[in-house]
């Protein structure tokens, strides 16, 4: 059932959104400005489904009455099974928008990729991994910037870490964490053989400091000189930041700038991202417990996906989607595997509700 109340509830609110946003002090207020459009950015297509629910439900009253019109009665025949149809796959659609939402969804999202398992050629693949998301964020008008990196010596990266900022950049990207894996004849491969190398890929989201406060006390700054190719200016100082977390042990370093204070500030932003995430996953893993291990944990040892290069596939385990069509998907295009993915994520934690609602009812 469809609450009708909580909708009309968000009805409201959604119009008193649009009023405040035309206020004299909300507008001056960059920070009012920005939540209240994101609310209204939240709110927008559920009040519009449900308006379309109310105009559906109207016509399919208006058809039931003139059933016995002796006129009208084969019109509204034939129009009242689409009509239904219709209604069933909007109210399907209402369940899914009415679910909780994640606080992060809006959030931008710091990036983690390192290579895995497979030496100089799993480097590689994790460099392959950053160009793809990206082309991607690129195709979505999203910023990149690169936040630390430690490339391998014959290329690729043993570890990229990188900040994307735009719209509901983590409500795309959380399900692309976890163990990816490729399989492809490398280069340096004389006599074709497959390999298979591995890439794992965190998404956290970008932690405010009003939402995770460090203690200098529990941190240790180290300084030294930046370890990138020989001869860049970079190397002339000591601008690289390593910070140690003392209760978790948790280390993070930042390099790529010749400021020591930028690259400070771009550890410490990892830094909060990180130890937020692990308050996520305490959250989320004890919410699961609830659930009697929901379908779609994500842990990020789970192998999640592979690659395959000879034939041009892609398949996500998770889901057991399977594209062949490689080629474009590492070129940025992602949206038809993340759409499937997000759906299959509503479908399960819409599952997940019905079954607490039978439990408690």
Same mark, same amino acid.
């Given at each position: 059932?469809?609450?009708?109340?909580?909708?009309?509830?968000?009805?409201?609110?959604?119009?008193?959104?649009?009023?405040?946003?035309?206020?004299?002090?909300?507008?001056?207020?960059?920070?009012?400005? &920005?939540?209240?459009?994101?609310?209204?950015?939240?709110?927008?297509?559920?009040?519009?489904?449900?308006?379309?629910?109310?105009?559906?439900?109207?016509?399919?009253?208006?058809?039931?009455?003139?059933?016995?019109?002796?006129?009208?009665?084969?019109?509204?025949?034939?129009?009242?099974?689409?009509?239904?149809?219709?209604?069933?796959?909007?109210?399907?659609? $209402?369940?899914?928008?009415?679910?909780?939402?994640?606080?992060?969804?809006?959030?931008?999202? $710091?990036?983690?990729?390192?290579?895995?398992?497979?030496?100089?050629?799993?480097?590689?693949?994790?460099?392959?991994?950053?160009?793809?998301?990206?082309?991607?964020?690129?195709?979505?008008?999203?910023?990149?910037?690169?936040?630390?990196?430690?490339?391998?010596?014959?290329?690729?990266?043993?570890?990229? $870490?990188?900040?994307?900022?735009?719209? &509901?950049?983590?409500?795309?990207?959380?399900?692309?964490?976890?163990?990816?894996?490729?399989?492809?004849?490398?280069?340096?491969?004389?006599?074709?053989?497959?390999?298979?190398?591995?890439?794992?890929?965190?998404?956290?989201?970008?932690?405010?400091?009003?939402?995770?406060?460090?203690?200098?006390?529990?941190?240790?700054?180290?300084?030294?000189?930046?370890?990138?190719?020989?001869?860049?200016?970079?190397?002339?100082?000591?601008?690289?930041?390593?910070?140690?977390?003392?209760?978790?042990?948790?280390?993070?370093?930042?390099?790529?700038?010749?400021?020591?204070?930028?690259?400070?500030?771009?550890?410490?932003?990892?830094?909060?991202?990180?130890?937020?995430?692990?308050?996520?996953?305490?959250?989320?893993?004890?919410?699961?417990?609830?659930?009697?291990?929901?379908?779609?944990?994500?842990?990020?040892?789970?192998?999640?996906?592979?690659?395959?290069?000879?034939?041009?596939?892609?398949?996500?385990?998770? $889901?057991?989607?399977?594209?062949?069509?490689?080629?474009?998907?590492?070129?940025?295009?992602?949206?038809?595997?993340?759409?499937?993915?997000?759906?299959?994520?509503?479908?399960?934690?819409?599952?997940?509700?019905?079954?607490?609602?039978?439990?408690?009812?």
């Amino acid at each position: 059932m469809i609450p009708e109340e909580k909708l009309a509830g968000l009805v409201r609110r959604h119009a008193e959104v649009e009023q405040l946003l035309c206020e004299p002090e909300v507008l001056s207020d960059p920070s009012a400005l &920005r939540k209240l459009n994101q609310e209204r950015t939240q709110l927008g297509p559920v009040v519009e489904a449900f308006s379309e629910l109310r105009k559906l439900e109207k016509q399919i009253a208006d058809d039931k009455e003139a059933l016995d019109d002796p006129e009208l009665g084969v019109l509204a025949r034939e129009e009242l099974p689409e009509l239904e149809e219709r209604r069933e796959k909007l109210l399907s659609t $209402i369940q899914v928008l009415l679910l909780p939402q994640d606080p992060a969804d809006e959030k931008d999202t $710091i990036l983690e990729i390192r290579a895995g398992t497979g030496g100089e050629e799993a480097a590689l693949f994790a460099a392959d991994l950053f160009r793809m998301y990206c082309r991607f964020a690129e195709r979505k008008g999203w910023k990149v910037e690169l936040m630390s990196s430690s490339e391998a010596s014959a290329g690729g990266y043993k570890e990229v $870490i990188a900040l994307i900022a735009g719209t &509901r950049v983590f409500s795309s990207m959380k399900f692309e964490g976890g163990v990816h894996r490729v399989q492809r004849v490398p280069a340096t491969e004389a006599q074709g053989r497959i390999h298979t190398s591995t890439a794992t890929v965190a998404v956290l989201p970008e932690a405010e400091e009003v939402e995770l406060e460090l203690d200098e006390k529990e941190l240790r700054f180290d300084i030294a000189a930046s370890g990138g190719p020989g001869g860049q200016g970079v190397n002339t100082t000591n601008s690289a930041v390593q910070i140690t977390h003392l209760p978790t042990g948790m280390i993070v370093k930042c390099q790529d700038e010749r400021s020591q204070l930028k690259n400070k500030a771009k550890a410490l932003k990892v830094l909060r991202s990180r130890l937020l995430d692990i308050e996520r996953q305490k959250q989320a893993d004890a919410i699961r417990d609830e659930r009697r291990g929901m379908v779609g944990g994500g842990e990020r040892s789970e192998k999640i996906r592979t690659y395959n290069y000879p034939q041009n596939r892609l398949t996500d385990h998770r $889901i057991g989607l399977t594209l062949y069509k490689l080629d474009r998907v590492v070129d940025g295009e992602l949206d038809e595997l993340l759409d499937a993915l997000i759906a299959w994520y509503q479908a399960e934690v819409l599952e997940a509700s019905k079954k607490e609602a039978t439990g408690k009812a």
